[in-house]
């Protein structure tokens, strides 16, 4: 079993950044993918950025590429998502996820296929 922890999230003004943090605990080993969708109010699970621990590859969301930016310490068990210039439209309760088994192709950006999850923590942009 994996247990993940997210902290970073807050208030923030348009233009702003935060990083967001998380944390995995307990079979560490079995995560490849490491990532981090949102949700908001009125919306589906979005997927928002992905790290291959296997390949070291990155993927994003076309609403933030080039914005954010995704991160893994491995030694810490750790992934980092750096939002810069962050919007209004950013507001959402961001979840950290992870999965055991090899995703292939786009899978990844299907929250269905991630095994373990975090609490979520929130982002909220002022205009």
């Known amino acids: 079993q994996v247990q993940l922890e997210e902290s970073g999230g807050g208030l923030v003004q348009a233009g702003g950044s935060l990083r967001l943090s998380c944390t995995a605990s307990g079979r560490t080993f079995s995560t490849d993918y490491m990532g981090w969708f949102r949700h908001a109010p009125g919306n589906e699970r979005e997927f928002v950025a992905v790290?291959?621990?296997?390949?070291?590859?990155?993927y994003y969301a076309d609403s933030v590429k080039g914005r954010f930016t995704i991160s893994r310490d491995s030694a810490k068990n750790t992934v980092y998502l750096q939002m810069n210039s962050l919007e209004p439209e950013d507001t959402a309760l961001y979840y950290c996820?992870?999965?055991?088994?090899?995703?292939?192709?786009?899978?990844?950006?299907?929250?269905?296929?991630?095994?373990?999850w975090g609490q979520g923590t929130q982002v909220t942009v002022s205009s």
């Open positions: 790290f291959s621990g296997r390949t070291s590859n990155t």
């Open positions: 996820a992870a999965v055991a088994t090899r995703l292939r192709g786009a899978a990844y950006i299907d929250p269905a296929n991630y095994d373990y």
